[in-house]
Nanobody, 127 residues
Framework: QVQLVESGGGTVQVGGSLRLSCTASGRSFSRYTMGWFRQAPGKSREFVAGISRDGMNIYYIGSTLGRFTISRQNARKKVSLQMDNLKSEDTARYYC????????????????????WGQGTQVTISS
């Protein structure tokens, strides 16, 4: 079992940057595939980025590709999301999530794969 705590949210202007961090407690973080999701008011929670256990396979949705970068440091039990060139539509609450295992052949996009979730951190992009 791991517990996840996010940090790094805040308010920035369009075009700005933020770096979100997620720190895990508990054992065996390196056995967990990790991901970031977001949920805007009135919308369903959507996949943003995912990273395999060893960090070698990375997944993004189209709207974040080229702007967001996910990374992990297993020794520090940490996964990060660097967000650049932020847009107003990136405004949402961002959640760190993980599951013990590997992505399916279709990738890591399905939120049903993830059974450990943080409380989320708010990201607001102002124009």
């Amino acid at each position: 079992q791991v517990q996840l705590v996010e940090s790094g949210g805040g308010t920035v202007q369009v075009g700005g940057s933020l770096r979100l961090s997620c720190t895990a407690s508990g054992r065996s973080f390196s056995r967990y595939t990790m991901g970031w999701f977001r949920q805007a008011p009135g919308k369903s929670r959507e996949f943003v980025a995912g990273i395999s256990r060893d960090g070698m396979n990375i997944y993004y949705i189209g709207s974040t590709l080229g702007r967001f970068t996910i990374s992990r440091q297993n020794a520090r039990k940490k996964v990060s999301l660097q967000m650049d060139n932020l847009k107003s539509e990136d405004t949402a609450r961002y959640y760190c999530a993980g599951f013990e295992g590997y992505c399916s052949s279709d990738g890591c996009y399905d939120r049903r794969l993830y059974d450990h979730w943080g409380q989320g951190t708010q990201v607001t992009i102002s124009s």
